[in-house]
């Protein structure tokens, strides 16, 4: 093990910092839940997410881009197979980039479960309007959705949401579209601790980087509802983030060849 890796994991999560990709096996000892974010579309994030699986066999891999439903179609069969899987899934109909870049992923730990976490359109739909908490259900309070973000906070989420919508979003739906981000953390987090408490762990959640963020995404919601449980959050982006990146680890790419998101909107 290099030096300065040993260094991070002696102190995650107080101490957070960039890493090469061939560090993510080692840095993921130890933990029982581990957060890997990625930029959808970007295939190296793919790659990346696939070695560590590879190398740390988790017992159990929640993602966000399936449901539950989805995730109890799955097989062992299905596992090996990339076009049955991409057609059990009905992939294509779901709207995530190409499944050949998430098929390595589940055939990376063909022995884990395998857990969904996405919701329902309509119930992400009535966050936006009725607030997380009401969508949620009776454990939201256990999760941190039932107190109100502070003015501060409040407003670095909004912030976070007019950018990612190209800054084409009316400010009065700003609020509504973190209480669907919060509402998706959660559901993220909840995931991550049923399977965790299933398997006994560790857990991989695979996931957008944002969702990774220790300040306001899964790991928050985690350290509320499984107070004791390890977790590191692991961010993959496309530019460097500076020192005082929200996650415990991290690893910057190139960025994706890709046309511009917001062009279309106008």
Same mark, same amino acid.
């Given at each position: 093990?290099?030096? !300065?890796?040993?260094?991070? *994991?002696?102190?995650?999560?107080? *101490?957070?910092?960039?890493?090469?990709?061939?560090?993510?096996?080692?840095?993921?000892?130890?933990?029982?839940?581990?957060? *890997?974010?990625?930029? $959808? #579309?970007?295939?190296?994030? $793919?790659?990346?997410?696939?070695?560590?699986?590879?190398?740390?066999?988790?017992?159990?891999?929640?993602?966000?881009?399936?449901?539950?439903?989805?995730?109890?179609?799955?097989?062992?069969?299905?596992?090996?197979?990339?076009?049955?899987?991409?057609?059990?899934?009905? !992939?294509?109909?779901?709207?995530?980039?190409?499944?050949?870049?998430?098929?390595?992923?589940?055939?990376?730990?063909?022995?884990?479960?395998?857990?969904?976490?996405?919701?329902?359109?309509?119930? %992400? =739909?009535? @966050?936006?309007?009725?607030?997380?908490?009401?969508?949620?259900? +009776?454990?939201?309070?256990?999760?941190?959705?039932?107190?109100?973000?502070?003015?501060?906070?409040?407003?670095? =989420?909004?912030?976070?949401?007019?950018?990612? $919508?190209?800054?084409?979003?009316? @400010?009065?739906?700003?609020?509504?579209?973190?209480?669907?981000?919060?509402?998706?953390?959660?559901?993220?987090?909840?995931?991550?601790?049923? /399977?965790?408490?299933?398997?006994?762990? +560790?857990?991989? %959640?695979?996931?957008?980087?944002?969702?990774?963020?220790? #300040?306001?995404?899964?790991?928050?919601?985690?350290?509320?509802?499984?107070?004791?449980? =390890?977790?590191?959050?692991?961010?993959?982006?496309? /530019?460097?983030?500076?020192?005082?990146?929200?996650?415990?680890? !991290?690893?910057?790419?190139?960025? $994706?060849? =890709?046309?511009?998101?917001?062009?279309?909107?106008?």
């Amino acid at each position: 093990m290099k030096p !300065w890796l040993a260094l991070i *994991l002696s102190a995650l999560p107080a *101490l957070s910092g960039p890493i090469p990709p061939e560090a993510l096996p080692d840095a993921m000892q130890g933990a029982d839940v581990i957060i *890997l974010g990625e930029v $959808h #579309d970007n295939p190296l994030h $793919h790659v990346h997410q696939t070695q560590a699986v590879a190398a740390l066999r988790p017992r159990a891999l929640v993602f966000e881009m399936l449901t539950a439903e989805q995730a109890a179609r799955i097989t062992p069969a299905l596992r090996a197979d990339p076009v049955g899987l991409e057609a059990a899934l009905d !992939w294509t109909a779901s709207g995530w980039p190409d499944f050949a870049m998430y098929f390595p992923i589940f055939a990376a730990a063909p022995e884990a479960q395998v857990a969904g976490a996405a919701l329902p359109r309509s119930q %992400v =739909r009535r @966050a936006v309007s009725d607030g997380a908490s009401a969508v949620f259900g +009776p454990d939201a309070a256990a999760y941190g959705l039932d107190l109100p973000l502070d003015p501060a906070d409040q407003a670095a =989420r909004e912030a976070l949401q007019h950018d990612a $919508h190209c800054g084409k979003l009316p @400010a009065a739906l700003l609020p509504g579209m973190v209480e669907a981000q919060r509402l998706r953390d959660a559901a993220l987090a909840r995931a991550a601790v049923a /399977a965790l408490e299933a398997t006994g762990g +560790p857990v991989v %959640v695979i996931t957008g980087t944002g969702h990774a963020r220790r #300040d306001q995404g899964v790991p928050a919601a985690l350290s509320l509802a499984a107070p004791g449980a =390890r977790v590191l959050s692991v961010g993959q982006m496309e /530019a460097d983030p500076g020192p005082d990146a929200p996650f415990d680890l !991290w690893i910057v790419t190139e960025p $994706h060849p =890709r046309d511009d998101p917001c062009a279309s909107l106008g």
